[in-house]
């Protein structure tokens, strides 16, 4: 059970629950179906395109002391120093089947192995990097508290800012700096709004928005009706 549950076991880590799994793990089942299809022909014109590795791999954490390695299709020409948040200078290295990747979201597809696995929800704060979770540990011992997901209220508020705010960085220095003082602390205050917050009417919100987003192409930010 300690494995369907996802368990981390950590001290402080609130196992999931168990609704919210059971609804994580059938709905991934459910969209695989259709599902593997479309990724198994993502896969392939990624490797005659790219080349490999058809995949992208990142270290990311699930608690503030268990990490995993999230899945995504990669989108991006590989550099051996890369590292950090993804701004303006990193621009000219995303290929151009990526840039279609990335705006219809396909490249998170492979997240639904990882929240099969139990180490990502479907909706959740979005997974850090260890250094972030080091940096801000108290913080991230009650946003951690839920298992990170493929999207999330901090997502869907202030991703459109985030974006801007990145494509003026021109060096990994200036990207670092700008993610560090402002795009980080401003989606941890969502996130522990999230957490304080957080129940099935809420995730399924957050759902439907990130939906219609990647859909209907409705890209604006959401206002929530009834709550303060």
């Known amino acids: 059970m300690a494995w369907f549950l996802g368990e981390a076991g950590a ?3 609130e196992p999931m629950p168990v609704g919210k799994r059971i609804f994580d793990f059938s709905f991934a089942l459910l969209l695989l179906i259709p599902l593997s299809v ?5 896969a392939l014109i990624l490797l005659l395109l790219q080349g490999r590795p058809i995949f992208y791999t990142a270290h990311r954490m699930r608690s503030p002391s268990e990490s995993f390695t999230q899945l995504k299709f990669r989108t991006m020409l590989q550099d051996e120093g890369d590292f950090g948040a993804t701004g303006a200078h990193k621009h000219w290295r995303i290929t151009p089947v990526g840039h279609f990747l990335r705006k219809t979201r396909i490249d998170e597809l ?12 479907f909706v959740g704060p979005r997974p850090p990097l ?8 108290s913080v991230y011992t009650q946003v951690l508290k839920s298992r990170p997901g493929v999207t999330g209220l901090a997502t869907l508020i202030y991703h ?3 974006d801007r ?3 003026r960085c ?12 402002r795009c980080l602390p401003a989606k941890l205050k969502i996130d522990l709004i999230y957490q304080r917050h957080r129940d099935v009417r809420l995730d399924l919100w957050i759902l439907w928005n990130t939906l219609k987003i990647v859909f209907v192409r409705k890209d604006e930010r959401p206002r929530r009706r009834g709550r303060n």
Do not use: W
């Open 11 to 13: 001290p402080g880590v």
């Open 38 to 42: 479309v990724m198994c022909a993502v």
């Open 110 to 121: 492979p997240q639904l192995f990882n929240i099969l696995r139990g180490d990502m929800s």
């Open 130 to 137: 260890r250094e972030y979770v080091e940096r801000f540990p």
């Open 160 to 162: 459109r800012h985030e």
């Open 165 to 167: 705010i990145m494509s």
């Open 170 to 181: 021109k060096s990994a220095e200036a990207t670092e700096i700008a993610y560090y003082r």
